[in-house]
């Protein structure tokens, strides 16, 4: 006899700039198995075989679908990835392929929603109707769910204009003035090397922040204020419950979001402004992971 969807499991795949992470995942996204390697990016094909072994690795007869979750413009009704930013993956109909692969449904995602389902159903938007995910990382995803529903023809809140014919984006990205630009954790390395030397990345410059150097604190106030005009932003227009922020450079903590928090009070709208949390994620690593996969049990109903 058949199992049930419910008695199967999905794999969700997180796809990154520089590692992809795999593991099966419940329906209540609980990771039971989980996998790591380097993210391939010589080329479209090697990157596209790399996220098709990290998904053999995992396969049997329990997974009933295959959840990607990607940092790119996807089409989602013809199941064609667009275009990417951070990852050499543009014009090219990976639903199919994987589906052709893997013998099994497989759901597409723009990794910034991934992450913001997975916050909103298993993390730290638990209970929320509306929230805004922000990702701080290599670049800068986001995701919105409104209303308790996924926004999923959308996910590219770093790419929204911040400053008019300001810093140059990143990646293939040909725009100016973007967040992620002012605020990944890749912009955050950039002002840690012009004032420390070469050798400080992004993490480092948090780790000199919490040993009290006053100029690692300053630079991150600075990355905070503007991240906290672009939220300001985001709640005009969605009048979220939370803003959830996650993604390796969210290790910041306090020194980001406290100066965040108090630009988005300043340039938000009441009574908006005085209702909006705005906190760490919950799930760390694990959401986009848990995320794809919640989109994938999703589309098998």
Sequence with gaps: ?????????????DVGGTKILAGIVDPAGQIEHRRERPTDLDSQERLIDEIGTAVDELLDDSVAAVGLGLPSRIDQQAGRVDGSVNIPLADVPLRQLMTERFGRPVALENDGNAAALAEHRAGAGRGARTIVMLTLGTGVGGGVVLDGRLLRDGGELGHTVLVYDGLPCQGT??????????????????????????????????????????????????????????????????????????????????FLLGPARETMHRDALPPANERVEIVRAELGTAAGVIGAALVAYDELG
């Design 173 to 254: 990205c040909t725009g100016r003035g973007h967040l992620e630009a002012y605020v990944s954790g890749t912009a955050a390395a950039k002002l840690a090397q012009q004032a420390f030397g070469p050798a400080v990345d992004a993490h480092r410059l948090v780790r000199l922040a919490a040993e009290g150097d006053a100029t690692a604190i300053e630079i991150l106030d600075g990355i905070g204020r503007k991240l906290g005009s672009a939220i300001a932003g985001f709640v005009n227009i969605f009048r979220p419950q939370l803003v959830v922020i996650g993604g390796g450079f969210a290790s910041a903590g306090d």
């Design 1 to 13: 006899m058949a199992r049930r969807v419910t008695d199967r499991r999905v794999v969700g795949v």
